[in-house]
T-cell receptor, first 113, second 112 residues
Framework: TQLLEQSPQFLSIQEGENLTVYCNSSSVFSSLQWYRQEPGEGPVLLVTVVTGGEVKKLKRLTFQFGDARKDSSLHITAAQPGDTGLYLCAAGAGGTSYGKLTFGQGTILTVHP | DSGVTQTPKHLITATGQRVTLRCSPRSGDLSVYWYQQSLDQGLQFLIQYYNGEERAKGNILERFSAQQFPDLHSELNLSSLELGDSALYFC???????????FGNGTRLTVT
């Protein structure tokens, strides 16, 4: 079973600051996904990274997959209050069990106006 | 709106009881997944169904069972409930067994 460690667990910052969330494992991932979850809602997929060294951008969010496919990071530039939420990384079992995901414990981000 | 519908939104019941959670996947999605989210364990995979058949199992307790019906909706049955079963239960669906997941907004179960 893959174990995903996310850090930090909590992040409280001011609007306009930059931040990075990390997701690490001792196992190699076939792919890694990042989700954002808001209170009262289910997780929403932000991105999937598949190739070692891959970098994907989604507006002010930059996702990176480590070269060895054992770690990933999410960087947010100029955070806004609307970015507040729980950020989760998840690794899939692959194949036809793509949706059998192992999630990290999550990072609770609060962006203050 | 993910297109995945879960009912009920909230459920309060007593220890020892049995409850049924219902999930309607997005139109056309064949695969349904159930996840449990609690403060101490985080989000954990329970079980997956694909077109009516069980496809993958996680750390699902023997007291829990699920099924997917011919119309593709799914139900998660939780029996002999314990205080520790209090959690958010999410259903997700995907078009196939290897396409992105879309999560519902969950059912919050409180066992008293």
């Amino acid at each position: 079973t893959q174990l995903l460690e996310q850090s930090p667990q909590f992040l409280s910052i001011q609007e306009g600051e930059n931040l990075t969330v990390y997701c690490n494992s001792s196992s190699v991932f076939s792919s890694l996904q990042w989700y954002r979850q808001e209170p009262g809602e289910g997780p929403v997929l932000l991105v999937t990274v598949v190739t070692g060294g891959e970098v994907k951008k989604l507006k002010r969010l930059t996702f990176q997959f480590g070269d060895a496919r054992k770690d990933s990071s999410l960087h947010i530039t100029a955070a806004q209050p609307g970015d507040t939420g729980l950020y989760l990384c998840a690794a899939g079992a692959g194949g036809t069990s793509y949706g059998k995901l192992t999630f990290g414990q999550g990072t609770i981000l609060t962006v203050h106006p | 709106d993910s297109g995945v519908t879960q009912t009920p939104k909230h459920l309060i019941t007593a220890t020892g009881q049995r409850v049924t959670l219902r999930c309607s996947p997005r139109s056309g999605d064949l695969s349904v997944y159930w996840y449990q989210q609690s403060l101490d364990q985080g989000l954990q995979f329970l079980i997956q169904y694909y077109n009516g058949e069980e496809r993958a199992k996680g750390n699902i307790l023997e007291r829990f069972s699920a099924q997917q019906f011919p119309d593709l909706h799914s139900e998660l049955n939780l029996s002999s409930l314990e205080l520790g079963d209090s959690a958010l239960y999410f259903c997700a669906s995907s078009a196939t067994g290897n396409s992105p997941l879309h999560f519902g907004n969950g059912t919050r179960l409180t066992v008293t």
